[in-house]
């Protein structure tokens, strides 16, 4: 399974930004796809997931402001980060799971995910 990014780049705060994922190979069945991000000096954290349903679940601090949804006209998994903070600033990385099996960022942890995107950058600016 390849996973790559694309998308990201800087704004000012309230601007909108949206980040794409293409997960390809073995991933037609069932699956799990989620967004992390990391800023410097700071822990990855998990943001989203989608899953092959299009069931998603977000973390309490982005939730009403992203949007994560497939695009099939694309064949790709997008997160449409509206609102933005400078809070939101970090590397963005898309991961993906082949199990679908309960697909919720409050559980998911990343050694989960065994397939990773090279991740993009998303900078907010006061």
């Known amino acids: 399974v390849k996973v790559v990014e694309s998308g990201g780049g800087s704004v000012q705060a309230g601007g909108s930004l949206r980040l794409s994922c293409a997960a390809s190979?073995?991933?037609?069945?069932?699956?799990?796809i989620a967004w992390f991000r990391q800023a410097p000096g700071k822990e990855r954290e998990g943001v989203a997931t989608?899953?092959?349903?299009?069931?998603?679940t977000y973390v309490d601090s982005v939730k009403g402001r992203f949007t994560f949804a497939k695009d099939s006209a694309n064949n790709t998994l997008n997160l449409q980060m509206n609102s933005l903070k400078p809070d939101d600033t970090a590397m963005y990385y898309c991961?993906?799971?082949?199990?679908?099996?309960?697909?919720?960022?409050?559980?998911?942890?990343?050694?989960?995910?065994?397939?990773w995107g090279q991740g993009t950058q998303v900078t907010v600016s006061s």
């Open positions: 991961a993906a799971d082949v199990m679908r099996f309960q697909c919720n960022i409050a559980t998911r942890i990343e050694a989960d995910f065994a397939y």
């Open positions: 190979g073995h991933i037609n069945s069932g699956y799990c």
């Open positions: 989608i899953d092959s349903d299009g069931y998603t």
